[in-house]
């Protein structure tokens, strides 16, 4: 039973998508429990694994027990199937896609039957179906396999954001465009590495690709599959779809979408750099490192810049998924050891941190209809638990020890700093003081711009928390943000540490 | 130029993808993005066909009566099999992208009676 856990991670969510599916047609109540049920088995399988990876190494699964085949007459074995694998780099963040999931699909049956009243049928089985997809990113060990499964996400998130209506589909239009954009640029990529080295396992190319030598065609194969997979995490410049889309999408969709797709995409670049290509590779190229270090930076300011100017809760959430998504490829590029750990780190702590911020602003919608900033007088003294929760993620988002988000930026400050990139350390630090400036203005509406109820004579303000299913996990994310701060040492000992290439330089 | 001539067909995948990306990046009308993500698309179908595709190939079928007939069969005489099933799923991928692009498309044409994105966005300003 233990050797199939790799294959059950990705078949919970996507037979609970079809499931979802079919029922929706004539009893709709019943695609929320099986889209549940499948993300907990998910979410258990990937747990446990965990637990194996960490003991015992790597975990291979050939689909359909398509394993290696000796040919008659050839000595080496070749691969014929389709290879999933879990190892030190992907595991947590497997766990952390399922288990986010998991918690997210709970929390937002409230939200989609108030938001989405009357046309939620397919809410959940596309949910399921995303999931299927990011999840599927994660584990594979094909390239090509890596490409079906972004689109199939993608596709699922293209509905999703388009449920939203009115400016919605023209966000989800633009996602679309640039979407495919990202994912042809991939697979063009992969043409070129196939053409060259013959296989598309990620084990294989990997030790072909150190034979081959110089060869201008992988070159130019791994610039595309950094571009398309740029084009996909929404890195400046590419980043003109990802405000809109969160922003119009609805609340429950942004809550699901903004936490894992980006974050998903940024592992599939990491993927690439490190074990596709090795570290050695992306040092020997210095233009690029150079370019993407400028382009982080640039990321982080400009995304801090205008989530400065927004008005709207949600909106601003989405220029800090854009900044934090600057961190993590900057961190990746500096390519040494506290930088690529940092990296790592904060893929898993920043998909914590933004669920736990949207799951705030969610809550916040569902009480309050909307979320402009201006709305949100006296919302301290109405919604006291989601506002708690709100100010322990913002503080987790600016670096606030003992908070996740503190170790992750410890780590790649650490990193630039051991490389001399200073503009990329003047970046993160700029980026805590913004989220920080947005923190106290936040505080100060809530808080002071309505007379304090204790005062004699004034109005209590009842308190109108969102319902507990909302609240209970929106709590639990941000406790849960406390406690991956508190474990980051452990984790980075046991696992991240040896997902680093052991040619990397300490 | 020589060279260009050999390897006219990646010349043609060239035009094609810079046809499509083009159209995809700079038209403003939403079906015409449409059809440059489909030329694009055709593109990479075109650029996999035509690095698995061989001069005089042998069908890559191993059975028992081909191990017969062709007992040492020369690896580098076999067609790649491996690139046309992999556009097998591209195109399929093709087709639904496609049809969510014309169904958000449609969508927006409801709304607004138009096509074109900045008519689009003056009206959402509005």
Redesign the interface.
């Known amino acids: 039973m233990t050797e199939h856990l790799p294959i059950i991670i990705i078949l919970g969510p996507l037979l609970g998508a079809v499931l979802a599916a079919f029922t929706a047609w004539f009893r709709p109540r019943l695609s929320h429990p099986l889209v549940v049920v499948g993300l907990a088995i998910s979410f258990a399988a990937a747990l446990k694994l965990v637990f194996i990876v960490a003991d015992a190494g790597a975990q291979k699964y050939w689909l359909g027990g398509w394993g290696e085949k000796v040919i008659p007459?050839q000595k080496e074995p070749f691969v014929v199937g389709i290879q999933i694998t879990v190892d030190y780099l992907n595991t947590l963040l497997l766990v952390a896609v399922s288990g986010i999931a998991l918690l997210t699909s709970v929390y937002t049956k409230r939200l989609v039957d108030t938001e989405l009243a009357g046309r939620q049928r397919y809410f959940y089985a596309l949910f399921s179906l995303l999931v299927t997809g990011l999840l599927g990113i994660t584990i594979t060990g094909d390239i090509?396999n890596l490409?079906?499964f972004m689109?199939i996400a993608a596709?699922s998130s293209?509905?999703l954001i388009?449920y939203g209506r009115?400016?919605a589909?023209?966000a989800?239009?633009n996602y679309?465009?640039m979407g495919?954009?990202g994912?042809?640029l991939y697979?063009?990529g992969v043409?070129f590495i196939?053409?060259k080295s013959g296989t598309?396992n990620i084990d294989d190319v990997s030790a072909i690709i150190p034979e081959l030598g110089q060869s201008k065609a992988l070159f130019v194969g791994f610039v595309l599959i950094l571009l398309g997979a740029w084009a996909k995490m929404a890195f400046f410049p590419f980043h003109g779809w990802l405000p809109n889309a969160y922003a119009h999408a609805p609340t429950a969709s942004a809550a699901i979408l903004a936490p894992l797709a980006t974050k998903v995409a940024t592992y599939a670049m990491l993927r690439v750099m490190v074990t596709v290509y090795s570290i050695d590779y992306i040092i020997g190229s210095p233009g690029i490192q150079s370019l993407a270090l400028y382009l982080s930076t640039f990321a982080i300011v400009v995304a801090s810049f205008f989530s400065l100017t927004q008005t709207n809760l949600k909106k601003l959430a989405s220029y800090f998924v854009l900044s934090e998504i600057g961190y993590m490829v900057g961190g990746a590029w500096l390519a040494n050891k506290p930088g690529l750990t940092g990296a790592m780190v904060h893929i898993v702590a920043d998909a914590a941190m933004t669920s736990a911020l949207f799951m705030a602003i969610g809550c916040i919608v569902y009480r309050l209809g909307q979320a402009q900033l201006d709305d949100l007088k006296g919302v301290f003294f109405k919604m006291p638990v989601t506002m708690a929760a709100f100010v322990v993620t913002m503080a987790a988002l600016i670096g606030v020890p003992p908070t996740c988000g503190f170790f992750s930026k410890w780590y790649l400050i650490q990193g630039a700093a051991q490389a001399g990139v200073w503009h990329f350390v003047a970046a993160l630090l700029l980026s805590s003081l913004v989220k920080a400036i947005i923190l106290f203005r936040i505080i100060e509406i809530g808080y002071n711009r309505v007379p304090h109820p204790a005062i004699e004579g004034n109005p209590a303000i009842p308190r109108n928390e969102a319902p507990l299913s909302m609240l209970i996990p929106t709590a639990a994310m941000a406790l849960g943000l406390i406690a991956l701060g508190l474990g980051t040492s452990t984790l980075v000992n046991t696992i991240i540490a040896k997902a680093l290439p052991a040619a990397l330089a300490p | 130029m020589e060279n260009l001539i050999a390897n006219f067909n990646y010349v043609i995948v060239v035009i094609l993808?810079m046809i499509g990306?083009w159209s995809?990046?700079a038209q403003k009308n939403?079906i015409k993005?449409c059809i440059g993500?489909a030329i694009?698309?055709t593109g990479?179908i075109l650029?996999?066909i035509s690095?698995g595709a061989k001069d005089n190939a042998l069908i890559p079928i191993l059975t028992e009566a081909a191990n017969h007939a062709y007992p040492?069969p020369d690896v580098a005489k076999i067609a790649n099999p491996?690139?046309q099933i992999?556009m097998l799923?591209?195109i399929v991928?093709g087709v639904?992208?496609l049809g969510?692009?014309l169904a958000?498309?449609q969508?927006?044409y409801q709304?607004h009676s138009s096509f074109d994105e900045d008519e689009?966005?003056e009206n959402?300003r509005k």
Do not use: H, N, P, S
């Open positions: 007459g090509f490409y079906v689109e596709l293209y509905a388009a009115g400016r589909y023209m989800a239009f679309l465009i495919t954009m994912a042809c697979l063009l043409g196939f053409a598309l | 993808m990306l995809m990046l939403l993005k993500m694009f698309q990479i650029f996999f690095i040492d491996l690139t992999l799923t591209a991928v639904a992208t969510v692009g958000l498309a969508k927006i709304q689009i966005l959402q």
